[in-house]
């Protein structure tokens, strides 16, 4: 496992999380009303379950279930086979996705220390593999709801940008910077901005990603070679 880098030890490890918690509760507080109104919604409109849950690599990539308002429908085919995403995403769940309410349930992952406000965001579990020695940083800080490569592209960052601004985060990690981050996070969705409805139309998994990288250096070596 790779060791964290962060100059900024004492504020990681004893003041963000209690500046997480000094967010997290009373923000989950005053957005029950907005939580019971999207509840109503999401059961209305596409049935049960209300949360979408996932299992997530967290601190120490130790797995966790992520918490998020669903978005899509459980439709499928003749064949029993589900739909892809473009099918199954309804109107609500792109108004969700969009505007990111459907990311407020993770506040409940922060409250139990799964989560931090601001951090990488947490991948999938099946990702693990190819990432860099560098890149496992990553999971040396707890994952966040929002982070530095949200607010500076999100899915439309390639991946190496993308996963090497979750390791500068964790090498600068600040009090100020966190809330540079937090504000940045707020203005960007009042905008709508870099958000991508359906991810894998603007970015292939990373595992993809990866393998055709991997292949493109064999390809350019083999010619290199002749």
């Not at 004893?14 to 507080?29: E, H, Q, S, T």
């Not at 409940?108 to 020695?133: A, C, D, H, Q, W």
């Not at 090497?164 to 009090?175: A, L």
């Amino acid at each position: 496992m790779a060791t964290n880098r962060c100059k900024n030890k004492f504020y990681l490890y004893f003041g963000k999380r209690a500046f997480d918690l000094a967010v997290a509760i009373p923000a989950a507080i005053v957005l029950i009303p907005v939580f019971i109104i999207i509840a109503f919604l999401v059961r209305w409109r596409l049935g049960s379950p209300i949360l979408f849950k996932q299992m997530r690599p967290g601190l120490w990539e130790n797995p966790f279930t992520i918490l998020k308002f669903r978005t899509m429908t459980d439709a499928r085919d003749k064949d029993g086979k589900m739909l892809p995403d473009d099918k199954r995403l309804t109107r609500l769940g792109a108004f969700l996705r969009k505007t990111s309410i459907d990311e407020l349930p993770e506040l409940i992952n922060v409250i139990k220390g799964e989560m931090s406000i601001v951090g990488p965001r947490p991948l999938f579990m099946e990702y693990l593999p190819y990432y860099t020695k560098r890149e496992h940083l990553r999971h040396t800080v707890r994952p966040g709801i929002t982070g530095l490569s949200q607010i500076r592209g999100r899915n439309y960052l390639p991946w190496d940008e993308r996963l090497e601004m979750d390791v500068k985060y964790i090498e600068i990690i600040s009090f100020p910077q966190d809330i540079k981050i937090i504000f940045e996070t707020f203005f960007q969705v009042l905008k709508a901005k870099d958000v991508a409805v359906l991810p894998r139309t603007v970015s292939i998994p990373l595992s993809e990603y990866r393998a055709k990288r991997k292949e493109k250096k064999s390809d350019c070596l083999s010619v290199n070679l002749k």
